[in-house]
């Protein structure tokens, strides 16, 4: 099995932020699975729940992606490793 075919539902679209998402939808657009979206709503992307199904608004899934980009980037007040203070390491020292 190569590596493609394990990923068959990936769509890998903008994402609109006038728009509302499905769960299965978002994943497709996103390549996100299971531990990215459980991460995603600890992180603070908030789902909505309507008859069973998950959704999320295009908004919230963009503002997310820019706070989880800013974070990365020591942009949040931290400088790398919040833990330790330290920048993160590189492995190029």
Excluded at 66 to 75: F, I, L, P, R
Aim: aromatic share 6%; glycine share 12%; charged share 25%.
């Amino acid at each position: 099995m190569n590596h493609s075919s394990k990923k068959h539902g990936r769509i890998l679209a903008p994402i609109r932020e006038d728009e509302l998402y499905s769960l299965q939808t978002l994943r497709a657009l996103t390549g996100w699975g299971d531990s990215a979206m459980r991460a995603a709503r600890k992180s603070g992307l908030p789902p909505i729940h309507v008859h069973g199904r998950v959704f999320y608004r295009g908004a919230d899934v963009v503002e997310y992606i820019n706070k989880a980009e800013q974070m990365s980037n020591g942009e949040d007040g931290t400088l790398g490793n919040p833990s330790t203070g330290r920048p993160p390491e590189t492995g190029l020292e």
